[in-house]
C-alpha cells in the first residue's frame, strides 16, 4: 500500500509518542506500508516543527532525525501535477504528492478540508485510527497495552454466573 502521511500526522508523532501517529510512523519504518513525500513536505515538515507554539513539545534532535530518516527512506515524488481541489490551497500540495506517487491513501487529521473530500482520484482520504485498522496495527497495539475489553452498556440488568 501506497501513502501520503500529511505533516500534521508526522508532527504529532513527535508530540505524543506511543500515540496513534507514532504507531502509525512505526509501523511504516516496520516497512507495512510505503511511504510517499516530496521536497515539499520535507520544507513544510521542517518549518511546522519550529513554530514557537510547538518548540516546548518537539525536541529539534528528534525532528531533525525524523527528516533525515524521511528524505532517506520514503519514496520521493519529484514534478507535483497542479492541483487546486482543497479548500485550503496549503493543503494541495499534498494531494499532487497524492497523485504524482500513486498513493492508495493520504492520511489526515484535517477533518474539515482533506477528510471531507473523502477521495482523490484513486487516493482515499483516511484518519490514522482508519489505516492502522487497515494494516493490522491497531489490533496489535492493542494486544501490546494488554488488550481492551468492551464495555458492558450502563444502566442494564447483569447477569450472575
Not at 507495512?32 to 513544510?44: G, H, K, P
Amino acid at each position: 500500500m501506497r501513502v501520503v502521511l500529511d505533516t500534521n500526522i508526522l508532527c504529532s508523532a513527535l508530540i505524543t509518542p506511543g500515540g496513534l501517529p507514532d504507531r502509525l510512523y512505526r509501523a511504516w519504518r516496520e516497512k507495512r506500508f510505503v511511504l510517499i513525500s516530496c521536497d515539499e513536505q520535507f520544507e513544510e515538515f521542517r518549518r511546522v516543527t519550529r513554530y514557537p507554539r510547538l518548540k516546548p513539545f518537539i525536541e529539534p534532535a528528534s525532528a531533525g532525525a525524523m527528516l533525515n530518516e524521511l528524505r532517506r527512506l520514503a519514496v520521493t515524488v519529484t514534478k507535483l501535477p497542479s492541483v487546486d481541489r482543497s479548500r485550503d490551497p496549503a493543503d494541495n500540495f499534498l494531494l499532487a504528492m497524492a497523485q504524482a506517487g500513486d498513493a492508495d491513501a493520504l492520511v489526515t487529521g484535517d477533518k474539515h478540508d482533506l477528510l471531507s473530500l473523502g477521495e482523490f482520484g484513486k487516493t482515499r482520504m483516511l484518519t490514522t485510527r482508519q489505516l492502522l485498522q487497515l494494516i493490522g496495527g491497531e489490533k496489535s497495539a492493542r494486544r501490546k497495552r494488554g488488550g481492551v475489553r468492551p464495555r458492558r452498556p450502563s444502566g442494564g440488568p447483569t447477569r450472575s454466573k
